[in-house]
């Protein structure tokens, strides 16, 4: 007889507070904590992978776009209605729904591991939440369509096609319902440590943008794109709903044995999940409950009871947290404020894609296409870097929730040092080496050789302000993880806006779509800062001066890997030479010098991050369950019989014993 495996081993992730009274209990955090560091390593380059496949069908997407349709009049009425699903995306699938959903669902995972609420928490909360959310969306929805030349006229004043602008609107509308039944599926998941699905989703909504421009691109225009956009919406919640169904169903994470032993009756095993081997000094689990449900047992007490944390000879040790569980508080429902804050929150920092569309109206045709292109190009970097703080949003929740504020700042801290030196990594590439990534993606078709010269030179001015972008994404998640309402991020982020657009509005004369984007490296840059200054008691208090530092050891170092591959860059870039080549040797370049310089100036996360990826890649069989399913075939094995020993017949069953008795009897 077997022990069933653990089936959750994302929840691995909230390794169980030390007590350094408890003996033993050092070396199983030790070891829940090593392991919790290569579980958070492995599901961060999942959804870094998926997220890739995401970009790249996006930039696929793009490509599509400027070489059936340029960078002319409809192009620009097409990037208009393209705001819709922008603000639909950063409002219900990445930041603002999100914030606020994942500790929601945190907070009733942490009682459902209590066991002192009656039904399933998560449950109920599905049934409060999901139908007037479902409502709202609906009603939001309805509005834009309505709303649509209203909208278009405010967006664009000076647009040249006015009426394609709003057809596309209308079209793109759709988003808002399909988007917003994506994000909740994607916080739901998010918070049961589930990545796969929600970080799939780009996939999905990109191919079915793709294809609806190549099959009715040439009867319906690019309206054919607007199409797309409804489209991909709905394949987005398609790829959800079955995780998150079985995750509704099974709250263990599983489903019933028995029902799968009866449709596989002979001779196989299903198994969801992996097995986790114990690290040395680990407490080995008792429970074939998930990690979500239970908390690790060495600890000391069990989740939901006042009984003491005991030592190994029996004598009580004090409790490890003092801070009081957030899961303890009575349960409350979707609070308004909570999410009136998070969404304003989100749409000031969406807005500034409005103040740059609105000051480019005026500009020559093709302005907005070369903001839109480069800003897509630029923000690869602070994407990619952000996947960290995306899967840990939900273990900082969670520890906020149990009262370990001490975890939440260690993991606060260290995502925006290792978030700050990937985001800088990748701004020193795509200053190197932007003419040639530009020139590769998109230069075809009707998009020309000053098209690639005017987005390279904005797609320059966007990367400085990616660093600033990162900050405001990795700490406006502690901001929320509380699950409360919090006003200071809505107004760091007013501040931020209002510095944008009044550096916009002086600096679109003198330079054009390059002063759009300097003004938007600036604003965001403030936004940052007062972040940075806000932490203590209004969100997780991480030590300001120590995030500082982090923040600022990784820059000279991208100044000089930037300065690096872009004269690599530029000696080999030819008329006759492909783009591919000065870009791979460029970027190889800035890759090197950052690897070299990084580790001697103390950039904290240099060499954790390369250990995690390492350790990540080595072991086979220790991998993330996100849907898979290993199929194992039990063979018997001769067993060893000591000398002189005779083997034992094979027990028979009941059912064999009577079939052979009524066969001697015929």
């Known amino acids: 007889m077997t022990t069933p495996p653990v089936h959750a081993p994302d929840e691995a992730a909230v390794p169980a507070a030390r007590s350094a009274d ?26 870094a992978v998926l997220s890739v496949a995401g970009s790249v069908l996006g930039l696929a997407r793009d490509q599509a776009l400027a070489r059936l349709f340029g960078a002319g009049r409809e192009t620009d009425a097409f990037l208009v209605a393209w705001t819709v699903p922008e603000f639909a995306a950063t409002l219900l699938i990445e930041d603002g729904l999100a914030f606020a959903l994942v500790p929601m669902f945190s907070l009733a995972l942490a009682r459902r591991a209590q066991g002192t609420v009656p039904g399933d928490p998560v449950r109920a909360l599905v049934a409060a939440t999901l139908p007037r959310l479902t409502l709202a969306f609906a009603a939001a929805g309805a509005l834009v369509v309505a709303a649509a030349p209203v909208l278009v006229r405010a967006l664009a004043p000076g647009l040249p096609d006015h009426a394609l602008a709003v057809d596309c609107t209308r079209l793109t509308a759709t988003c808002v319902v399909s988007f917003g039944l994506a994000g909740y599926c994607s916080a739901a998941l998010r918070a049961h440590r589930r990545f796969l699905a929600p970080a799939a989703i780009y996939c999905a909504y990109n191919t079915g943008i793709i294809t609806a421009m190549f099959v009715l691109g040439g009867r319906w225009g690019v309206r054919a794109a607007a199409v797309g956009v409804a489209v991909g919406g709905l394949l987005m919640v398609a790829a959800q709903l079955p995780s998150l169904a079985g995750q509704l169903r099974h709250p263990d994470g599983r489903p019933d044995r028995r029902r799968l032993r009866s449709r596989f009756p002979v001779g196989f095993r299903f198994r969801f999940g992996f097995r986790r081997d114990e690290g040395a000094g680990a407490a080995p689990r008792t429970s074939t409950a998930t990690a979500t449900d239970a908390p690790t047992p060495s600890a000391g007490a069990t989740a939901g009871t ?82 960290l703080c995306t899967v840990t949003f939900p273990v900082v929740a969670r520890a906020v929730a149990d009262g370990d504020t001490e975890r939440a700042r260690a993991r606060v801290e260290r995502d925006v040092a290792l978030a700050a030196g990937l985001v800088l990594l990748g701004t020193a590439t795509v200053v190197a080496c932007a003419p040639q990534m530009v020139q590769l993606l998109f230069q075809r078709g009707a998009f020309t050789a000053a098209d690639t010269a005017a987005t390279a030179g904005v797609m320059r001015v966007y990367a400085l302000g990616l660093l600033g972008q990162t900050v405001v994404g990795a700490l406006a998640r502690c901001y929320f993880s509380a699950g409360r309402a919090n006003w200071y991020p809505l107004g760091a982020m007013a501040v931020g806006i209002a510095a944008t657009a009044g550096a916009g509005a002086w600096a679109v004369g003198p330079w054009g779509v390059s002063g759009i984007a300097a003004a938007n490296a600036a604003g965001i840059t403030v936004t940052a800062a007062l972040l940075v200054a806000g932490t203590g008691p209004r969100s997780v208090p991480v030590r300001v001066r120590r995030v500082l530092g982090d923040l600022a050891r990784p820059v000279p170092v991208a100044v000089a890997a930037a300065v690096a591959g872009a004269l690599v860059a530029d000696r080999l870039a030819a008329p006759g030479v492909s783009p591919a080549v000065p870009l791979a040797a460029g970027a190889a370049a800035v890759v090197g010098v950052f690897a070299v310089l990084a580790p001697v100036l103390g950039v904290r996360g240099a060499v954790p991050a390369v250990e995690s990826v390492r350790r990540s890649l080595r072991p086979v069989t220790r991998r993330l369950p996100h849907g898979r399913i290993s199929l194992r075939i039990r063979f018997p094995l001769p067993r060893r019989l000591p000398p002189g020993a005779r083997p034992r017949r094979p027990r028979k069953s009941r059912k064999s014993r009577k079939s052979r008795r009524s066969r001697r009897s015929r």
């Open 306 to 387: 006042n009984a003491p944390h005991r030592g190994t000879a029996g004598q009580e040790a004090p409790a490890p947290r003092t801070t009081p569980r957030a899961a303890d508080t009575p349960a409350r429902p979707l609070a308004l404020a909570l999410l009136g804050t998070v969404l304003l929150f989100a749409l000031c920092r969406q807005s500034q894609v409005l103040i740059e569309r609105f000051l480019a109206s005026g500009l020559p045709s093709g302005a907005i296409s070369h903001l839109n292109y480069a800003q897509k190009v630029a923000q690869i970097p602070m994407t990619l870097s952000l996947m």
């Open 22 to 47: 408890v003996p033993g209990a050092d070396a199983g955090a030790d070891a829940g904590e090593r392991s919790s560091r290569g579980l958070l390593a492995r599901a961060a380059l999942l959804t």
